[in-house]
T-cell receptor, first 115, second 112 residues
Framework: GAVVSQHPSWVICKSGTSVKIECRSL??????MFWYRQFPKQSLMLMAT?????????EQGVEKDKFLINHASLTLSTLTVTSAHPEDSSFYIC???????????FGPGTRLLVL | AQRVTQPEKLLSVFKGAPVELKCNYS??????LFWYVQYSRQRLQLLLR??SRESIKGFTADLNKGETSFHLKKPFAQEEDSAMYYC??????????????FGIGTKLQVIP
C-alpha cells in the first residue's frame, strides 16, 4: 500500500513553455503533499507544501507564480512550471502523507529538461 | 528555524563492520525524526521513524534530545545496505502546516 505515482517520468520542453507534473496517491487519501526539487548529487529541497483544498505554502525563495501548485483532491496534486527556462531543469519529486506528522510516501520523480 | 545536519557525505565501511550514520538537528519544540533511504535507481522510502522505535533491516535509531541527535546504527553492515540515507525532521510550521526538512544525505558504501 501507500503508493505515489508521478506523471510524466521525464519531459523535455522548449524554453518559454509551461510544464505540468502530476502527483497521485493511488491507494490512500493524501491530506498533505510536498514538492521537492533535487539537483545532481544534492539533497532534496522542499519547494512547497500543499493541503487539499487550500493554497500551497511555499518555501522562502520559491516563486509561487513560477511554480503553480494545485491540490484539488485528496489524491492529486499538480505542479506547473510556467514559462520554463533552462535553469528550471531538475528532478522534481513529490511526496504525500495521510496525516499530520505522518510518514511521507515518495513518488518516483520527474526529470525536467528545458532546452 | 529547523535544521538537519548530516556531517558525512560519504561513509565507507567493510562488510560486517558496524555502521553509524550521524544526524543532528535543531528545533526548539518536539520534532518527529525520520530516516529515509534511497537505493540505486529507486525512489526514496521510509526506513524508520523515531516514534515507532522499530528495527528495520537491522537498523536502529535513538532520539537523543539532550544531544539533539538521531544517529542511525547497524551492528553489521551488509552489501545491500549501500544506498543514500537521508535524515529528516518534521514539525509544525507557521499556519499549522507540517514542515519537513531533510539533511543533505549520506552515501553509505559497504565494501565487500
Amino acid at each position: 500500500g501507500a503508493v505515489v505515482s508521478q506523471h510524466p517520468s521525464w519531459v523535455i520542453c522548449k524554453s518559454g513553455t509551461s510544464v505540468k507534473i502530476e502527483c497521485r496517491s493511488l491507494d490512500f487519501q493524501a491530506t498533505t503533499m510536498f514538492w521537492y526539487r533535487q539537483f545532481p548529487k544534492q539533497s532534496l529541497m522542499l519547494m512547497a507544501t500543499s493541503n487539499e483544498g487550500s493554497k500551497a505554502t511555499y518555501e522562502q525563495g520559491v516563486e509561487k507564480d513560477k511554480f503553480l501548485i494545485n491540490h484539488a483532491s485528496l489524491t492529486l496534486s499538480t505542479l506547473t512550471v510556467t514559462s520554463a527556462h533552462p535553469e528550471d531543469s531538475s528532478f522534481y519529486i513529490c511526496s504525500a502523507t495521510s496525516g499530520r506528522g505522518g510518514t511521507q510516501y515518495f513518488g518516483p520523480g520527474t526529470r525536467l529538461l528545458v532546452l | 528555524a529547523q535544521r538537519v545536519t548530516q556531517p558525512e557525505k560519504l561513509l565507507s565501511v567493510f562488510k560486517g563492520a558496524p555502521v553509524e550514520l550521524k544526524c543532528n538537528y535543531s528545533y526548539s519544540g518536539s520534532p518527529e525524526l525520520f530516516w529515509y533511504v534511497q537505493y540505486s535507481r529507486q525512489r526514496l522510502q521510509l526506513l524508520l521513524r523515531h516514534i515507532s522505535r522499530e528495527s528495520i533491516k537491522g537498523f536502529t535509531a535513538d532520539l537523543n534530545k539532550g544531544e539533539t541527535s538521531f544517529h542511525l546504527k547497524k551492528p553489521f553492515a551488509q552489501e545491500e545496505d549501500s544506498a543514500m540515507y537521508y535524515c529528516a525532521l518534521s514539525a509544525g510550521g507557521s499556519g499549522g502546516y507540517q514542515k519537513v526538512t531533510f539533511g543533505i544525505g549520506t552515501k553509505l558504501q559497504v565494501i565487500p
